[in-house]
């Protein structure tokens, strides 16, 4: 099973949104490489909802419940989607900054591009995240 973390702008699309509906698509990515990080993404990988401009931190937890798949609001063809379900809120948000301060997180694609929507989470980083989110692996 992998890891991800994806950011969405609460006030677009948030936590409680996605809590409210349960399963919905991760739709309306344009980026090539966040695109390539969906396509690698299998049933059962677990990933980090992430509130980006304003709060820039982490909320919640989601699985992937159907892989990746075109999306229709796409024109081109050329994006897709995957389906995602809430499990839990953190017990504890973990900001930006935090993550910026603990060394052990320096390789995250979350601060080296952070214009980035979809990124890999490597298992020790879920580890440590998951530590401060005070929540279980």
Not at 4 to 26: A, F, I, N, T
Not at 44 to 64: P, R, W
Request: glycine share 8%; net charge positive; aromatic share 8%.
């Amino acid at each position: 099973m992998a890891h991800w973390l994806v950011k969405s702008e609460p006030g677009s699309w948030s936590w409680d949104d996605h809590v409210r509906v349960g399963v919905e698509p991760w739709n309306g990515v344009r980026n090539h490489q966040a695109c390539n990080n969906m396509k690698a993404m299998k049933k059962g990988d677990t990933a980090f909802f992430y509130h980006s401009v304003n709060e820039k931190q982490i909320v919640g937890v989601l699985k992937v419940v159907k892989e990746y798949y075109p999306d229709p609001s796409d024109a081109s063809g050329r994006f897709g989607m995957v389906d995602f379900k809430a499990m839990r809120p953190v017990k504890t948000p973990v900001t930006l900054q935090q993550i910026k301060d603990d060394g052990r997180l320096d390789h995250l694609a979350l601060i080296k591009q952070s214009r980035l929507s979809v990124m890999p989470i490597d298992d020790n980083a879920w580890q440590i995240l998951c530590g401060m989110a005070g929540i279980k692996p």
